[in-house]
C-alpha cells in the first residue's frame, strides 16, 4: 500500500526555522519525483518545491525560494523541506505528494506567528 505521513509542522515565530519529513511506504522514493504542496482555507493548493528523480532536478515556487530546502534521503525512504526565515504567509498545510502516483499524505499544519 503506498502511503505518505507528514511531520513536522508548528507553531514558529516569523524568522524561525522548521524541517518537514514525509515518510513513504509501498515504493521506493528514488524512483520518483517527489513534491511539497501547501494549502490555506479558501485557496488552491500551491506548488512549494520539487525534486525530480534520476537527475534530482530540483524547483520551487519563486516565493519560497532561498529559504526552503527541499532534499531526499533515500536509505531513509523519506523527503524533507527545510525551512528558514519563516514568514506569516508561509502558515499553511504541507502536504507531501509522488505526482506519478497520485498519492499524497494528509498533510501537516505550520503556523508563523509571533
Known amino acids: 500500500q503506498v502511503q505518505l505521513v507528514e511531520s513536522g509542522g508548528g507553531l514558529v515565530q516569523p524568522g524561525g526555522s522548521l524541517r518537514l519529513s514525509c515518510s513513504a511506504s509501498?515504493?521506493?522514493?528514488?524512483?520518483?519525483?517527489m513534491s511539497w504542496y501547501r494549502q490555506v482555507p479558501g485557496k488552491e493548493r500551491e506548488l512549494v518545491a520539487l525534486i525530480s528523480d534520476i537527475l534530482q532536478i530540483i524547483k520551487y515556487a519563486d516565493s519560497v525560494k532561498g529559504r526552503f530546502t527541499i532534499s531526499r534521503d533515500n536509505a531513509k525512504n523519506a523527503v524533507y523541506l527545510q525551512m528558514n526565515a519563516l514568514k506569516p504567509e508561509d502558515t499553511a498545510v504541507y502536504y507531501c505528494?509522488?505526482?506519478?502516483?497520485?498519492?499524497w499524505g494528509r498533510g501537516t499544519q505550520v503556523t508563523v506567528s509571533s
Open positions: 505528494n509522488v505526482p506519478s502516483l497520485g498519492t
Open positions: 509501498g515504493f521506493t522514493v528514488s524512483n520518483h519525483g
